[in-house]
């Protein structure tokens, strides 16, 4: 079972051949199962999705086999997340609505235990821990992706209504714009695949192809804020690993992705529904004063209004994740939070000026730039329950490849 996911994406690793003999096959099978779960992450329409109840049983698989490995650098990151945590549970005030406050809390502490899983697993494992899962993850975003073209453009009966809403592609998520930028990091997957010297002309079609869905997919979402974060994503790669390396470079990018644009806003329908995207609305004013009125309720609490209660609260969707954790948690939680993902963050920008070999750094340089652009969309969009989110901030704690040989080995990393 864990054979098929390691062959394929065997070819794109980074990892030194001497890395993956040492892995036992108790090992190996851990990871096979670890791709399954993330393979399985864009069928999202129900909750608990299949892949959180994963996510615990592939957990308790990875202590069992003794594949958690915390560094002191892991636990540093998630004994600030477990104060966040923590901090999240006070409570000032009773909730307004204790079933909201218990499933919020549930699914943000089984967010949590995911980035652990995540982190520990590619700590051990390196950069092979981190292809795997990525690889897993761009298989489940290209299945994703064609299942939506393919209901979009009607070309199976009835498969329309199933992943489409609002003439805008979702897949198996429940709003587009979740699924737009959960294509975010397996494009960039796809330009790491061609970009990687092992692969044959074979391997770099398919990656082209495969990407090329993805962005028409996630063109189709009609999702404002996934236009803006996987332009900036993709921009942000390149720089970081040389593609772009002139205002030459900056030019023929932009020219393609205003031709691409403009062929897709000729096909039938899609122009009035991009024009009728890209103006303002009155729900866009509405945000605004969202936003004040949660501002004001992360003021006036000194450790917010707890858990999803700021919604309930306000009748209205806070869309966006930094002032949502404000009302929620106040001033103390959201910066506990945002000290987390400044340590995520910075682990990945000394991943990116570490890396001693090209394939090293485009594998950060994806991470990194994914990364960044999933918490920008953090602005306009209520992100702390994605689960693309937390699975990017554990694979910012993937080891340096010789610290990875060591963990194969059974060492401790440092």
Known sequence: MSAAPVSVFAGFSAEPQAVRARISFRHQLLL????????????????PAPYDIAILIVFALAVGTQAIQVSRQVLVAGSVLLLFLILSSLLTASPMDWDRWLRFSGATGLLALSWLLFASVTHRFGPRGANIILGAYAFA?????????????????????LVVSWNRTRSFFKDPNVFGPF?????????????????????????????????????????????VTTLFAIIFYAVL???????????????????????????????????????SHNYDQDRFQVFDLALGLGSSHLLGVGSGQSNEIL??????????LFADHGA???SVFLVFLGACVARMVAQVRRARDPEGRRLAALILAATAGTLLNGMVIETIHWRHLWL???LCWYAFPERAADGARGGVSQ
């Open 32 to 47: 096979g199962l670890l791709w399954i779960n993330v393979a399985i992450s864009g069928y999202v329409v129900q909750e």
């Open 141 to 161: 975003a290209v299945l994703g992706a064609i299942a939506a073209l393919l209901g979009y453009f009607e070309l199976i009966a009835n498969l329309r209504p």
């Open 183 to 227: 294509l975010l990091a397996p494009t960039l997957v796809c330009g790491m695949w061609i970009q990687a010297p092992s692969a044959t002309f074979l391997k770099r079609a398919l990656a082209a192809a495969a990407g090329t869905v993805l962005l028409v997919a996630a063109f189709f979402s009609y999702s404002r804020a996934s236009y």
């Open 241 to 279: 690993t040389g593609v772009l390396r002139s205002w030459r470079s900056f030019v023929v990018l932009f020219m393609a992705t205003g031709g691409v644009w403009l062929l897709l806003s000729l096909v039938p329908n899609v122009g009035d529904v991009l024009h009728e995207r890209l103006e």
């Open 315 to 324: 009748g209205y969707g806070v869309h966006s994740m930094y002032i949502r």
């Open 332 to 334: 103390l939680g959201l």
């Open 392 to 394: 990017l901030l554990g």
